[in-house]
């Protein structure tokens, strides 16, 4: 008993004259950052250890922060980016309750988190740090699932393979591989914009918007050029003939494995690319009813209409209404009308090609809309629509890159055609058995081709000559 009586004093006497650190103010420290507490507690090597890599990812997210709200959020819909993102949420939630255990120990002792006080403290801000990491976590995942979807993973060299489900059950033709890949990342990129009219009532589906931009990255320029879906008996790349209207070969082709192994959405790819005389690298489609639910996410869209549209059998209203009317002028757009505006096509000296100039139109609008910083409020609803709405094949990784480079690009940068007249005739209706189509002046087209890319067309090689795209 004398024994322990003396050792007592002997251990108060090692306290005796220094005031111990509060456990729980240690721990609120490293609550607030880890290695806070650490260096509170006068453990300045702890604390360096503990505070390096919340620093770390902080300097990190603030550098991609600085190039703008919109630009992160671009990096993180990379489903890489995101469930790197994912993770490091949930290791940094052990690492902070890690800093702030180890913090109240090292002031206070092995039992200071056994103290009531303390370890009420100590529950309440735990309680904190994993409610803020599992929203964080939540934010992340929300970016993966969206990524995952919209993006279409690489499956190998076989393009054959199918790839996440499509928009509005199509079965087929959505790939990874692209048909050729940019050389340099200052190469122009050739990208398949394509919308994807389904329908409950029909058992296929119609691209019936084809339009192929090109994009200098080097200059800012842009070529959009549309192919009318009534493009019918044009030459395939393999030499023969493809008598249907081109906006059901993906249709086609996916039902015909046998004559085109690539499967739907490569061979539009490639088939467009080999009449284009340039290698369409990448595509990006987007299903119609969805594209409603775009619009609107971001708030409409604002267009100039050069002329009134009076079309009075438009039957494209989910409400039952007929008939579609817009005047001449400038028009913010919701979805509904949106969607009226780039289908409508039986006006009063409308058709498919004053359609497909109606498209580009829009898509240049939504483009500059989505440029606008102010979407950053809208990411979550605009991801949740992109979900059921987009797949394409263009790597992620790239997509900081295009916001950047759509920020310079001006309107009048960007050229727009439509390949009706002069680059297709209609034939007689007694050669098509009464069925209206166009036949592409192929010609013009190699004319069109070498006077917008130049050297890089298929159509031309050094002596002038043709040569297969």
Do not use: C
């Not at 507690?41 to 770390?56: D, H, I, Q, S, W």
């Not at 890489?80 to 913090?103: E, F, K, N, Q, Y």
């Not at 039952?320 to 002028?329: D, H, I, T």
């Not at 050229?415 to 036949?439: A, C, H, K, M, N």
Request: glycine content about 8%; overall charge neutral; proline content about 7%.
């Amino acid at each position: 008993m004398r024994a322990r009586a003396r050792f007592r004093p002997a251990l108060s006497t090692q306290v005796a004259g220094r005031s111990r650190p509060s456990a729980s103010v240690a721990a609120f420290l490293s609550f607030l950052w880890p290695g806070l507490g650490q260096w509170y507690a006068g453990r300045r090597r702890a604390a360096l250890t503990y505070a390096l890599p919340f620093t770390v990812v902080a300097v990190a997210v603030l550098a991609e922060a600085l190039g703008g709200a919109d630009r992160l959020f671009l990096r993180l819909l990379d489903p890489s980016v995101a469930l790197t993102s994912l993770i490091l949420v949930g290791l940094l939630a052990a690492w902070r309750l890690l800093s702030m255990a180890d913090a109240a120990i090292v002031s206070g002792g092995r039992v200071a988190l056994r103290r009531p006080q303390t370890a009420a403290a100590f529950s309440a801000m735990a309680i904190a740090v994993v409610a803020a990491h599992t929203l964080a976590a939540l934010v992340a995942w929300s970016f993966y699932s969206s990524g995952s979807q919209i993006f279409v993973a690489d499956q190998g060299p076989d393009r054959g393979l199918q790839a996440s489900p499509p928009p509005s059950g199509l079965d087929d033709g959505f790939r990874a591989t692209p048909g050729a890949t940019p050389p340099t990342a200052a190469a122009r990129i050739n990208v398949l914009l394509t919308g994807i009219d389904s329908s409950p009532t029909r058992d296929h589906a119609l691209t019936d918007t084809l339009i192929v931009a090109s994009i200098d990255p080097a200059t800012g320029d842009v070529v959009m050029v549309s192919f009318p879906r009534d493009i019918a008996n044009f030459p395939l790349r393999n030499g023969a003939t493809y008598t249907g209207k081109i906006n059901s070969l993906m249709t086609y082709a996916a039902a015909n494995p046998d004559r085109f192994e690539g499967g739907g959405l490569p061979t539009l790819m490639d088939e467009l690319g080999h009449l284009l005389g340039i290698p369409i690298h990448y595509y990006a489609a987007v299903n119609l009813d969805g594209f409603e639910r775009m619009i609107d996410v971001v708030g409409g869209v604002t267009i100039d209409n050069e002329r009134a549209i009076n079309d009075p059998g438009y039957g494209g209203w989910k409400d039952g209404r007929v008939g579609f009317r817009l005047s001449a002028g400038r028009h913010t757009l919701d979805g509904p009308t949106a969607l009226a505006y780039v289908r409508s096509r039986r006006g009063a000296g409308d058709n498919d090609f004053t359609r497909a100039r109606r498209q580009q139109q829009l898509l240049v609008a939504l483009q500059k809309k989505m440029s606008d910083p102010g979407m950053v409020s809208r990411l979550p609803s605009i991801l949740d629509a992109a979900d059921d709405t987009i797949r394409t094949n263009f790597p992620a990784p790239r997509l900081t890159e295009m916001l950047d480079l759509s920020r310079t690009i001006a309107e009048s940068n960007v050229r727009q055609y439509v390949l009706g007249p002069p680059f297709s005739t209609r034939p007689p209706l007694s050669e098509t058995d009464g069925i209206y189509t166009l036949r592409l002046d192929l010609d013009r087209l190699a004319d069109l081709s070498i006077e917008l890319f130049g050297d890089e067309s298929g159509y031309a090689d050094a002596n002038g000559d043709e040569s297969d795209p």
